[in-house]
Every structure is written in C-alpha cells, then in structure tokens.
C-alpha cells in the first residue's frame, strides 16, 4: 500500500471511530442511525446523481450494490445491538475482529499475494481486540463470555463487515465508488426503517430534538469515511485495507474512557495497542 493510502485509511479509521461515539452515546441509538441514514441520503444526493454514469450501472453492479445493502443492514442491526448490551470500549473492538476472516480468505481463494508479515498482522489485530475482554475471561471463563449477549453481538458484526468488504471490493468494480457507497446506503436506511416501523417518524424526530448537531455530523463525516476505504479497496488488498482501519479501535477505547465513563481502560488500552501494532505490520508488509 502506497502513504497516500494508508493515509486515507487512518483517517477514515478516526473519523469511523467519532461516528460509533456519537452513536452509542446518543438517547436512542435506532432513531439516531436512521436519522443519520436518512440525513445522509438527501446531503448526498447531489453528489450521486453529478457521478452517475452515462451508461447506467449494468446487472451485475446492480447484484453487488444489493448484496452490500444487505450486510450493511446486518452490520447495523448486530452493532446497534451489541451497543445496546454493553460499553463501547467492548463492543466496538470485538466487531473489528474481521481482518482474520479476511486474511482467512485471501489466503484460501488465492486472491491476493499475502505476505506472512501481513497474514500475522491481521491476526495479531484479531488477538488484540480479545485481549479486550482478559478480565472477563479470567473471572467467568471463556464459554460465559462467549455467551454474553454483547460479545456474541459484536461477533456477529464483525462476520457482516468482513462479508461486505469482499463484496464492496467487487462491487467498485463496476460502479463508481461514491454511486456505490450512496446507493448501499440508501438500501441499509430502507432495511433498518423495516426494523423501526411505524414507530420511525416519532422516535427520530425525538433524538433530533436532542442531538441534530451528532445526527448531521455523523451524516456527513460516516459516509465520507467508508467513501475513503472504497477508493483504497479499489487498489488494495482488502485484508490490509480493514487491518489497517482496526487503528480506530484506540481512539474507540479513549473516547469510551474519557467521555463515556467505562472502565477496565489498563486492559481495553493494551487490547487497542496490539491492534495498533498488528496495523503497522500490515502496512508495512503491504
């Protein structure tokens, strides 16, 4: 990966990380997401229909946009969950545990030419995010930690962003990355309203009486930050790309920490620092 790149990644990485802050720290978490989605859909639309190509987007573009609309509503439904059962500092690692999945299959269908440097970074990633959950292990044992409803929630995730990033990978090879990214998030927005039902309408407009200035950043800056890993997916391989993004997860714990009031920060900060590590070695092996 050139610097340019992982330049783009790093920042994504911050400004994803400011997104989930915002989320989980916002009244109703539903509502705040829907309203962002939907925030998002009208301040982008501009920007789409200026990109849109001439030529229309052939079926086979249309199949991934679909299919990524798809696991990007699971990602939503199981991280939104995983927030509603425990800290940020907790949730927020575990569901960046999908550079192993993805370095897993790399490696198995031959796709990309992975260093063993950047197979152990991504794995050293995965080992640091469960480094996280040490005093847990330790008190309950490993399969009463596993059966927490956050962990399982935030495993769950990690499974749906490591599907939509193989598929998105595919997916801007047939259609222009913003296009892309507008059209899987107007169709994640439709499914988590499914979710909400009537109920929507009341509940948004609650949380935007509360927290317009989080919903309008997160809007703007959360898209942008995806927008950024579709252009380096273009050249990159994909296991790298999300191992290096895993660098949000120490500014996920330190916002948790000074903002959220969570604890257990010895632990949660030594997890995020072997992710930070396994991220430098990605991007220096790559």
Known sequence: ???????????????????????KGSNDRWAFFFAQSLATAVLYAPVCLWWWP?????????????????????????LLKAYDAGDLSVAYPLSRTAPILLAA????????QL???????????????????????????????????????????????????????????????????????TGELALVGMRLRGTAVVRMRRELRRN???????????PFSYLLILWVLAASPASYVLGIRQTSIVF???LGRLFLGEGETRYRLAGAGIIAAGSVLIAAAG
């Open 1 to 23: 990966m050139t610097p340019n790149a992982i330049a783009l990644v790093l920042l994504s990485a911050l400004l994803h990380a400011a997104w989930n802050f915002l989320g």
């Open 54 to 78: 001439h030529g229309g987007i052939d079926p086979i573009g249309w199949f991934w946009i679909a299919a990524s609309a798809v696991t990007h509503a699971g990602y939503a439904f199981y």
């Open 105 to 112: 299959w790399d490696v198995a269908t031959a796709r990309q």
């Open 115 to 185: 260093s063993a440097a950047g197979v152990a970074g991504a794995v050293l990633a995965g080992l640091g995010a469960l480094t996280l959950q040490l005093p847990a292990l330790r008190l309950r044992g490993g399969r009463a930690v596993l059966s927490d409803h956050v962990t399982r929630y935030s495993l769950l995730t990690a499974v749906f962003v490591a599907v939509f990033t193989i598929i998105d990978k595919q997916g801007v090879t047939h259609v222009h990355p913003l296009v892309f990214m507008y059209l899987i998030l």
């Open 212 to 222: 317009a200035s989080g919903v309008l950043f997160t809007a703007v800056m959360g």
């Open 252 to 254: 996920g714990v330190i």
